[in-house]
């Protein structure tokens, strides 16, 4: 269990924090919520002490023989602040400290994480994209707001992302000083970063299909790790059962023949490719137009043709200096055998990298952690087991050595 800090200040977008405070609790961390005068105006405090069942309060001067301006920055193990509003980065930004939030801010020294949410134009305006420069300067994490619906009708950059990505980001940080520092170094800043995702499927009739195992987790943690150290993504996802990252471009695909497609196309200009996908290796010569019926208790006779080498081709038709990352799911009796299957994959594919796991059994497939090797030419890289947003940074670890 971990001790969060949740900040909440004053925009339409403080319900989702509730969401947000529930997920927190739900997975076992201890929760103080500290809002701000006017985020009260959107969710009570009874709301926020009920949630987290701690007290709440906005003043410095209430509880002040706990010395809450200081002391909750000082336990904090993460300090996060959805929604952050334009005001309250502002106040940030300068080291203002006029309500119990700002001075935790100025007390905490864990990793600080801000979820911007606000209208487009406030987003965009001179004054904030250099408050958050300076924030991140300063080593505090700042999200890209979402794009998508705001207030009325309005549509644009300025949404709150998802709970479900926030706090896919948060617990990323939590207890990992390696990804904190490579977060806040953003070290693939201006650097355009393809990722692929998910599993393939390709259609036997209208209503059936050949596809694998796949959730696509990993590829999209990948995603949001990158998008985190600051790199241009784009995430081309085929079948993923899990929620998609904000911050960055979604291109979709369904069969491999799309896959290839959307991946020959984004890799053009590209500075790393990141092939996470499970894209099928073979696919139905000709596909039903309607549905097949069964025919008395005959079985069925597929005749299947194997589809297009994605790896493989980015690889060989690199348009400049690329870094070209592919995976290798492998049934291996034991590691010496699994070396030997990624080794000799590694030599026929042409990546420089490739992140190498032991599925024997149905380990890994759409489970929250990982456990890989990651080879290049001269051999073992590197051995990473934990949560997939871990192995998700020592994979880009390995990128931003190259």
């Given at each position: 269990m971990s001790r969060i800090l949740l900040g909440v200040a004053g925009g339409i977008a403080a319900y989702k924090a509730c969401l947000l405070l529930r997920r927190f609790t739900e997975a076992g961390h201890d929760v103080t919520v500290v809002p701000t005068a006017n985020a009260l105006e959107f969710?009570?405090?009874?709301?926020?002490?009920?949630?987290?069942?701690?007290?709440?309060?906005?003043?410095?001067?209430?509880?002040?023989?706990?010395?809450?301006?200081?002391?909750?920055?000082?336990?904090?193990?993460?300090?996060?602040?959805?929604?952050?509003?334009?005001?309250?980065?502002?106040?940030?930004?300068?080291?203002?400290?006029?309500?119990?939030?700002?001075?935790?801010?100025?007390?905490?020294?864990?990793?600080?994480?801000?979820?911007?949410?606000?209208?487009?134009?406030?987003?965009?305006?001179?004054?904030?994209?250099?408050?958050?420069?300076?924030?991140?300067?300063?080593?505090?994490?700042?999200?890209?707001?979402?794009?998508?619906?705001?207030?009325?009708?309005?549509?644009?950059?300025?949404?709150?992302?998802?709970?479900?990505?926030?706090?896919?980001?948060?617990?990323?940080?939590?207890?990992?000083?390696?990804?904190?520092?490579?977060v806040r170094r953003r070290d693939l800043a201006g650097r355009s970063v393809v990722v692929s995702a998910g599993g393939t499927r390709e259609h036997l009739d209208p209503v059936r299909f050949l596809g694998n195992a796949s959730s696509g987790r990993q590829g999209v943690e990948i995603a949001r790790?990158?998008?985190?150290?600051?790199?241009?993504?784009?995430?081309?996802?085929?079948?993923?059962?899990?929620?998609?990252?904000?911050?960055?471009?979604?291109?979709?695909?369904?069969?491999?023949?799309?896959?290839?497609?959307?991946?020959?196309a984004a890799a053009a200009d590209a500075d790393v490719i990141v092939m996470a996908a499970a894209p099928a290796d073979f696919t139905p010569a000709a596909a039903s137009d309607v549905k097949i019926k069964k025919s008395g208790d005959n079985g069925l006779d597929l005749h299947l043709v194997q589809t297009t080498d994605i790896l493989a081709g980015l690889s060989a038709h690199r348009a400049r200096a690329q870094v070209v990352v592919g995976f290798a799911a492998e049934t291996a009796s034991d590691r010496d055998d699994l070396l030997a299957l990624g080794r000799a994959k590694l030599a026929r594919k042409g990546c420089d990298l490739l992140v190498l796991n032991n599925v024997s059994g149905g380990a890994v497939f759409g489970q929250p952690s990982n456990d890989v090797v990651i080879l290049d030419a001269d051999g073992v890289v590197c051995t990473v087991s934990g949560e997939k947003s871990v192995v998700a940074h020592r994979i880009l670890d390995a990128v931003a050595g190259r």
């Open positions: 969710v009570g405090a009874t709301t926020w002490a009920a949630l987290s069942g701690h007290p709440v309060s906005t003043s410095v001067f209430e509880r002040v023989d706990a010395v809450p301006h200081v002391a909750l920055g000082q336990a904090a193990e993460l300090v996060v602040v959805a929604p952050a509003t334009a005001d309250l980065l502002a106040r940030a930004a300068t080291g203002r400290a006029d309500d119990l939030l700002t001075n935790v801010l100025l007390t905490a020294s864990c990793p600080v994480l801000m979820a911007p949410a606000m209208h487009t134009e406030m987003w965009l305006h001179p004054a904030t994209q250099a408050n958050v420069a300076t924030l991140r300067s300063r080593g505090v994490i700042v999200l890209d707001p979402a794009d998508g619906r705001l207030t009325g009708a309005d549509t644009g950059p300025g949404r709150l992302p998802e709970p479900e990505d926030i706090e896919a980001v948060a617990l990323s940080l939590l207890g990992d000083e390696a990804t904190v520092a490579a790790a990158a998008a985190l150290r600051g790199a241009r993504v784009t995430l081309v996802a085929a079948h993923v059962e899990v929620g998609l990252p904000s911050g960055v471009r979604l291109v979709r695909a369904h069969t491999t023949g799309e896959l290839a497609d959307a991946m020959t």
